[in-house]
């Protein structure tokens, strides 16, 4: 999408994960299990960071990309941004019928089909 000339936003990139979990060279899987058993995550510093900053630029932003398979969090924010009035676009297969995904604006099968068709 950079290459397209399209400026993103990626939570695994943004400061407040790398400080709090772990850039892309670390592990990121042993990172994000780690982050995802802290205790009293509610009240955790790190936690409401992460979250503010990812807020903020969901604000920011113009258009939200749900990628599959996506976690809990993901179809979250997809809810978020629907409320917000952002533009939205889901990549991957969808078997099952699931009425709520109707909040997407464009539906693709695969990274390819979408950037192909990236404007």
């Known amino acids: 999408m950079r290459k397209a000339g399209k400026n993103i936003y990626c939570f ?8 709090h979990v772990g850039s892309l060279e670390s592990n990121a899987e042993e990172d994000m299990k780690k982050f995802e058993t802290i ?14 900053t990812d807020m903020e630029a969901l604000r920011a932003s113009d258009s939200l990309i749900l990628l599959l398979p996506a976690g809990k969090s993901s179809h979250i924010e997809s809810g978020a941004a ?38």
């Open 12 to 19: 695994i990139e943004s400061r407040a994960s790398i400080s």
């Open 39 to 52: 205790p009293n995550w509610q009240n955790d510093p790190a936690v409401r960071d992460i979250f503010e």
């Open 82 to 119: 629907y409320g917000m009035g952002k533009h939205l676009v889901v990549i991957g297969e969808q078997k099952e019928t699931e009425s709520l995904y109707l909040i997407f604006n464009e539906f693709y099968d695969t990274i390819k089909d979408f950037i192909s068709n990236l404007k």
